[in-house]
């Protein structure tokens, strides 16, 4: 059974840091490229970032660069995904989705998603 599920989120003032993470197991992640996405209410799906399987590339949405990483252990079972948020804003507050797919780079499609997590800053 496929299984992503994240963990870590909760209430942070703004300037502060929240590390989210994702346990994938039921299938070999190492080998998925993974990716963070949110959703704030009222408002569509947005990209955060995304790794590959390898974790040695990684890009990331234009309002998380040099706020945000994305670092991956494909030592641990399950396959851990985190998500390093620094410098928070109350603009990123959302339910935060972590996701793979079989390939890292352009049109990433994503088969299994998370329950979500949320973040919640405040100002």
């Known amino acids: 059974q496929v299984q992503l599920v994240e963990s870590g989120g909760g209430l942070v003032q703004a300037g502060g840091s929240l590390r989210l993470s994702c346990a994938a197991s039921?299938?070999?992640?190492?080998?998925?490229?993974m990716a963070w996405f949110r959703q704030a209410p009222g408002k569509e799906r947005e990209f955060v970032a995304a790794?590959?399987?390898?974790?040695?590339?990684?890009?990331?949405g234009d309002s998380m660069k040099g706020r945000f990483t994305i670092p991956r252990d494909n030592d641990r079972s399950p396959v851990w995904v985190s998500l390093q948020m620094n410098n928070l804003k109350p603009e990123d507050t959302a339910v935060y989705y972590c996701?793979?797919?079989?390939?890292?780079?352009?049109?990433?499609?994503?088969?299994?998603w998370g329950q979500g997590t949320q973040v919640t800053v405040s100002s």
């Open positions: 996701a793979d797919s079989p390939w890292y780079g352009p049109n990433m499609q994503y088969d299994y």
């Open positions: 039921g299938r070999a992640f190492s080998t998925y490229a």
């Open positions: 790794i590959n399987e390898e974790g040695g590339n990684s890009y990331y």
